[in-house]
């Protein structure tokens, strides 16, 4: 399997998809890749029911007037917690007049009287994770010169600082929030993945049944990064095994074999020719045994039929010479991964190679012939190596992450 890293891309949710409705996925998962990997759920839909999730979070009451669009109505902005980069984490006390600098110093300051965040542009990016484990509106948009707040359609751009990671990288997380949630015009973008086999993915949404609702948002991805090199094969650790030769006048030498190491197959050189007695110091020639395993393979060089056969015992006057084993063939390469990966609570896995097949065992050398005299048995042949490991993946380049969601 390759290890290259999915290329880079960008996925984006539309406004138009997604205003107004809170969408709800199942039954568990939803994933949208930069590179042209989509994994959808069964269903998915909008829910009649949903709230349209402009309330105040912990059951704060908004202004009237303020459970629509509150980011376009100034008589919102006395709920509001401003965000600018102009601001202070500090000192800033959340107002029009003394924003702080950060989206996740605005969450902090949400309390009974401030249900609302609105965020000014940033033409650097706010360059921070955010994360957000309790119901929350964001409004992003805004310009604000000489801290003027005017509500705009222009995405406020959020940069993760944090180089991949996977799901602890992401630009935007919402894990485990039991009520509404909306975030609108902003546009949240994760780093290139640098560590082997690291995923980059800009949002992660987990657990979350309240509803959460996103308008005019966008999520980029960086690259990921390349896989590790898979570790080595093992190394054979079997006995390499030699047939004896044969025994003058009594007995051919004798088929021993090579056992090698499960689940490698053994070798077993042919046994030696052993001529019989005709009477007044006459023989019968015998001709040697084959070597196994005995499948017929062609020598690779050329030069000589490789093929274990033993040794003609008719030819000459001390009978023909044994052949040489086959080669044994090289194992099947592996397969690459059956799935891009694994989604689960934790985040997303990607699916690593299969490992390559097992080298086969050489064919035993052929067996001495007999004439005169016994044959000297033939060598057995090595066993085969172990397969390679399969290549390790690499880094998924995600827009968005959803699991477990509505």
Known sequence: MSNEPKKDAED???ASRWRRRAVRWAPAALLVASAGLVLVPTSCGSDPSSPTND???DGNVLPPGCDQDPDTKTECYSAAVFVAPGGSDTTGDGSQTNPVATIGKGISKLGLTKALIFVCQNADGYQEQVSIAAPVNIYGGFSC??????AGTNATNVVSPKAGGGVTGAALTISGVASPITIKNLSFKSQDATAAGDSSIAGWISESSGGVTLKGVTF???AGAVGAPPPPAAAYTGEKAKAPNGI???DGGGAVPNPCVA???PSTGGAGGQPTDAGGGNFFAAD???GEPSTLRPDPTGTFPNNGFGGNGNIGGCGGAAHGGAYGPGGDPGVGAATPGHLAATGWTPAVGAPG???HTAQGGGGGAGYNAPGGGGGAGSCGGFGGAGGNAGGSSIALLVFNTR
């Open 12 to 14: 984006a949710v539309s």
């Open 55 to 57: 309330a105040g979070p």
């Open 145 to 150: 010169p000489s801290f003027v707040w005017t």
């Open 220 to 222: 980029s991805a960086g």
């Open 248 to 250: 003058d006048s009594i």
């Open 263 to 265: 689940p490698l197959d």
């Open 288 to 290: 040697g045994g084959t």
């Open 357 to 359: 097949g097992n080298g």
